[in-house]
DNA sequence: CCCATCACTTACCAAATGACAAGAAACGCC
DNA sequence: GGCGTTTCTTGTCATTTGGTAAGTGATGGG
């Protein structure tokens, strides 16, 4: 079985936490793996999964009025993959988490996470930025939707997440930069800009 | 000078503080008036304003790449106007922060926040499931933006929202809606929707 | 190994939106 | 109250994107 080194690494970015802090942080995690295929989550449940990716790619989506699946999000290796407002509101999620290929990591459930939170500040603190930095990320992404065409969202994506592009069929990619897969199609060809 | 009543009643929704609780909390809180036009925060700052809006509206907006000013959100009563990433990671706003008439609020600063998220439990949780909403707006937006088209979008921020049309002009709501001024015009003409 | 399904591409046409420009209306400043 | 600026509308045309469908290649289960 993998050991938390990833994990620990990971609590203590930002430098709020200590390298010991951060080993006694880590042994409340459990190991979780996520076969292909399988859900971490479905629409109509209470999200009680906080999970820290190894490895592995992650795919969240829903259904729209039309009944179209439409990718939210992704989630790989390095991430934290949460469905925020199921997990902290304790609400049924709209969305579903999928792993698009074997997945490995950390959780821990809301109970966990809150007891940690209530018993350490510097904790308490990351757990916080986490929230805020995948806030500003999709703050991010909602104003390049609006200002940039989608052959240069895609270009931005292929360059910042290219191991994604190894794991998900390009419709998934399509219905997150808020294209069809025929537009996506197009763009890849080449003519699609300048 | 108006009272905290409306502060101390937004500290309980959710449930979680009681009245007294909030009562205390709420006298953390100063008294914030912006005038038409005032800029709450400009991009290069580092945001120290948590504002609970009893009136007025602000903007919050950000120049693109080719100059463009992109609305990314309005606030209005009853809602905390805040430039999440720059506040909590003090860090350099890349946004706005505009009165679009004049406001009237209540303040705290970066540090009294924490101070009070340290000392209470409850309003830790509560501040919590502030950003939580939050983030779970922006999705639904993000949603919306690549589902919905621009009329659809457009008639919902109209019924959500109908007192903000009465204090700004309509290329701001054209921009935040990510059409320009002259879809939107169309759009409001009528033939464009079912 | 075969066949059904899925993923991706391509083509054709229609709809939505943008770029640009001109004009009307509202607003604000002096 | 007049004048310049800003806001909003409208028109024309180009571009982007979507809808639909067909076709090819890959994939996977039996």
Request: hydrophobic share 40%; net charge positive.
């Amino acid at each position: 079985m993998a050991d938390r080194a990833q994990l620990i690494q990971f609590l203590q970015t930002g430098g709020r936490i200590t390298q010991p802090q951060a080993e006694e942080i880590a042994q409340e995690f459990t190991a979780k793996t996520i076969g292909k295929n399988e859900f971490l989550l479905r629409a109509g449940q209470v999200s009680d999964d906080y999970v820290f990716l190894d490895q592995g790619f992650l795919r969240a989506f829903a259904y729209d009025i039309d009944g179209q699946d439409i990718t939210t999000g992704f989630y790989g290796p390095g991430q934290v993959a949460l469905e925020v407002a199921s997990f902290f509101q304790r609400t049924p999620s709209l969305e579903y988490l999928q792993a698009l290929n074997e997945c490995q990591g950390w959780r821990i459930s809301f109970t966990q996470l809150n007891e940690l939170f209530h018993s350490r500040n510097d904790f308490r603190d990351f757990g916080r930025s986490v929230l805020v930095r995948g806030f500003a990320a999709l703050k991010n992404r909602m104003l390049a939707t609006i200002t940039e065409p989608a052959a240069v969202r895609y270009e931005q994506l292929l360059r910042s997440q290219p191991a994604l592009f190894q794991h998900t069929p390009l419709k998934y990619v399509a219905s997150y930069l808020g294209i069809t897969d025929t537009s996506l199609s197009r763009i890849r060809k080449g003519g699609g800009k300048r």
